[in-house]
């Protein structure tokens, strides 16, 4: 009796907090908070530790959760894949976040884009990561109701068929080699450019374009199938909800970007490029964190659309055809 009484607070916890109404006030309560925050356009020692707290600790309860859970047995296996992508995509993010407010709060950190607008793109980090969270909380529900209430019917792998050149060059670009390829040259090519502790506009213009390349092209594969999955409600919702934290994280990308290049044609601040070491170190250690976040979040992809091509049906209705 006490166990059901458990549970039954943990659910109630749990649609509680991956409700819609309860997701959105948490943004809007973010954004008061940096309009606040910004309002001297200066943001104090404390002021960066509360926002980074807020930040550790959903980062991190999500990604127990989520690890958590995909340790659970399951009659839908596919789904355990989804809560280790989704796992794996939150850790390089939290790691990232766990860097770049360790080095604020130890003053390692002098400038990102220029001094003066600094607090600008302090604003757009915060609120992005936080919106990410939350599309995250909010695809959390549906997971988990792809977890309980279907299960897998055909466990056959089906036969291969050839595949169009279209499907072939996807397949390339998506396997998990190609994927480690880009990883190792995203860190050999940043390592390139930093050597000289200068990174020219050139440079900037190259790694922006890959960073782009790689997010709005899984933010549109991730649409196009939410498309297809539609029939599937939970999934849909589930594509939805990690398609809206790819777009928070291209945005953060597209912000930071244009603000070094706004900075750097206008003539403000250091035109030649030039950083103090641990501002360059920063800067490699962001770029190499989103390529990776990209190429997890690619694989997490691929789990999405096993789980649109998997037939499934209702567990009790799975039941009834096994009597």
């Given at each position: 009796?006490?166990?059901?009484?458990?549970?039954?607070?943990?659910?109630?916890?749990?649609?509680?907090?991956?409700?819609?109404?309860?997701?959105?006030?948490?943004?809007?309560?973010?954004?008061?908070?940096?309009?606040?925050?910004?309002?001297?356009?200066?943001?104090?020692?404390?002021?960066?530790?509360?926002?980074?707290?807020?930040?550790?600790?959903?980062?991190?309860?999500?990604?127990?959760?989520?690890?958590?859970?995909?340790r659970?047995?399951t009659?839908?296996?596919?789904?355990?894949?989804?809560?280790?992508?989704?796992?794996?995509?939150?850790?390089?993010?939290?790691?990232?976040?766990?860097?770049?407010?360790?080095?604020?709060?130890?003053?390692?950190?002098?400038?990102?884009?220029?001094?003066?607008?600094?607090?600008?793109?302090?604003?757009?980090?915060y609120?992005?990561?936080?919106?990410?969270?939350?599309?995250?909380?909010?695809?959390?529900?549906?997971?988990?109701?792809?977890?309980?209430?279907?299960?897998?019917?055909?466990?056959?792998?089906?036969?291969?068929h050839?595949m169009?050149?279209?499907?072939?060059?996807?397949?390339?670009?998506?396997?998990?080699?190609?994927?480690?390829?880009?990883?190792?040259?995203?860190?050999?090519?940043?390592?390139?450019?930093?050597?000289?502790?200068?990174?020219?506009?050139?440079?900037?213009?190259?790694?922006?374009?890959?960073?782009?390349?790689?997010?709005?092209?899984?933010?549109?594969?991730?649409?196009?199938?939410?498309?297809?999955?539609?029939?599937?409600?939970?999934?849909?919702?589930?594509?939805?909800?990690?398609?809206?934290?790819?777009?928070?994280?291209?945005?953060?990308?597209?912000?930071?970007?244009?603000?070094?290049?706004?900075?750097?044609i206008?003539?403000?601040?250091?035109?030649?490029?030039?950083y103090?070491?641990?501002?360059?170190?920063?800067?490699?250690?962001?770029?190499?964190?989103?390529v990776?976040f990209?190429?997890?979040?690619?694989?997490?992809?691929?789990?999405?659309?096993?789980?649109?091509?998997?037939?499934?049906?209702?567990?009790?209705?799975?039941?009834?055809?096994?009597?």
């Amino acid at each position: 009796m006490i166990g059901y009484v458990k549970m039954d607070k943990r659910e109630s916890i749990f649609k509680l907090v991956t409700d819609e109404r309860i997701l959105i006030l948490i943004v809007g309560i973010a954004i008061l908070w940096r309009c606040v925050l910004s309002s001297d356009e200066t943001i104090s020692f404390w002021e960066c530790v509360c926002s980074g707290i807020t930040l550790f600790i959903m980062g991190w309860l999500l990604f127990a959760y989520m690890y958590s859970t995909s340790r659970k047995q399951t009659d839908w296996p596919v789904t355990t894949k989804i809560y280790q992508g989704i796992a794996a995509s939150l850790l390089v993010l939290n790691i990232y976040v766990v860097i770049y407010y360790g080095m604020r709060w130890f003053r390692l950190l002098h400038e990102e884009v220029y001094i003066p607008l600094d607090f600008v793109f302090c604003d757009i980090r915060y609120l992005m990561f936080l919106l990410c969270y939350c599309s995250v909380l909010w695809t959390a529900r549906y997971l988990k109701a792809m977890r309980d209430k279907y299960r897998l019917l055909i466990k056959e792998e089906p036969k291969s068929h050839a595949m169009s050149m279209k499907e072939s060059v996807l397949w390339v670009t998506m396997h998990e080699r190609t994927l480690t390829v880009i990883v190792i040259a995203a860190i050999l090519w940043r390592v390139a450019i930093s050597l000289d502790h200068t990174i020219t506009f050139r440079e900037s213009a190259i790694s922006c374009v890959i960073l782009l390349l790689l997010g709005w092209f899984l933010f549109g594969y991730v649409c196009a199938l939410s498309v297809k999955a539609r029939r599937k409600i939970e999934l849909t919702r589930v594509i939805q909800g990690i398609a809206a934290g790819l777009m928070a994280i291209n945005i953060y990308a597209i912000f930071y970007y244009g603000m070094s290049w706004y900075v750097l044609i206008l003539g403000m601040g250091d035109v030649s490029g030039t950083y103090v070491p641990f501002d360059l170190l920063f800067r490699d250690i962001r770029y190499i964190m989103l390529v990776i976040f990209y190429c997890t979040a690619i694989v997490l992809s691929k789990f999405l659309d096993k789980a649109y091509t998997d037939y499934t049906v209702p567990i009790n209705k799975s039941a009834n055809l096994n009597d």
